[in-house]
């Protein structure tokens, strides 16, 4: 996560042009999904991992949230976020996810937005947040799904007119780094299967409450037909876990 692509002005205008950039959560894929799967925020303390552009910040203050602490590494994020979700009650920190440190039990909320799989270690990451929740808190995140993530490239497989055959999948179970392509810039992420994305939250000490494969709503696959291609092959992985 210490790899700051966001702050690199050609990365970064290609990032703001994405739908889910410029209209925010409405404009994100998983976000029907998602939201059906979030806690009461009523009277909540929220912290934000990888917060972006401060989308999930907004809502949880909007939805009654009484502070969000929104954390990135990302200067050209924040100060994005700054402009648009700046709401009283939130607070934004520059900081990188690995450095992150907070008292025991401080959090009732902890949400984290396609950010970990940028996280080289899952493990350390997850044992900090249970500790920051007070018990009977919730740790809701997205990351990519690994199918998506296994083989590397992040490509379809074209046929020899150039069509889109089918998306590889392989060295699935060999975890770890992948070097890929993002918005035209080379980005390490990392790679775990299903099966450590669970266990590491069970042996932290969470119960797993919820876990959603999304596929693009219908409004969406409407307004956006290139959109059908993600019924294809899973893209993301949502999970809900309770302390």
């Known amino acids: 996560m210490k790899e700051n ?16 950039s410029q209209i925010g959560l409405e404009g994100a894929g998983e976000w029907h999904t998602l939201k059906n799967m979030l806690p009461d925020f009523q009277g909540k303390n929220v912290l934000d991992l990888g917060c972006g552009f401060g989308w999930h910040c907004r809502y949880a203050i909007e939805h009654g949230a009484k502070s969000v602490t929104g954390i990135d590494l990302s200067e050209k994020m924040l100060a994005k976020a700054m402009e648009i979700n700046n709401l009283e009650g939130i607070q ?22 396609l950010t970990l799989h ?3 270690s899952f493990d350390s990451s997850v044992q900090n947040i249970h500790k920051w929740l007070v018990s ?31 998306w590889p999948v392989d060295r ?3 975890e770890g780094k992948r070097n890929t392509t993002f918005l035209g810039e080379h980005v390490i992420k990392y790679h775990r299967t299903l099966t450590s994305y669970l266990n590491t939250l069970l042996k932290a000490g969470f119960k797993i409450k919820e876990v ?12 956006i037909p290139e959109m059908k291609e993600e019924l294809r092959r899973p893209m993301m992985l949502l999970i809900l876990a309770e302390k």
């Open 5 to 20: 692509k966001y702050d690199n002005p050609s990365f970064f205008d290609q990032y703001e042009k994405m739908l889910r």
């Open 92 to 113: 934004y920190e520059r900081k990188a996810l690995e450095d992150v440190d907070y008292p025991a039990e401080q959090f009732d909320i902890i949400l984290s937005s």
């Open 118 to 120: 940028y996280i080289e």
């Open 136 to 166: 009977g808190g919730s740790f809701i995140f997205s990351v990519e799904h690994p199918v998506f993530t296994a083989e590397g490239g992040q490509d379809w497989v074209y046929d020899k007119n150039g069509e889109k055959n089918c």
């Open 172 to 174: 699935y179970f060999i």
């Open 212 to 223: 959603i494969e999304p596929q693009p709503g219908e409004e969406m696959l409407k307004e």
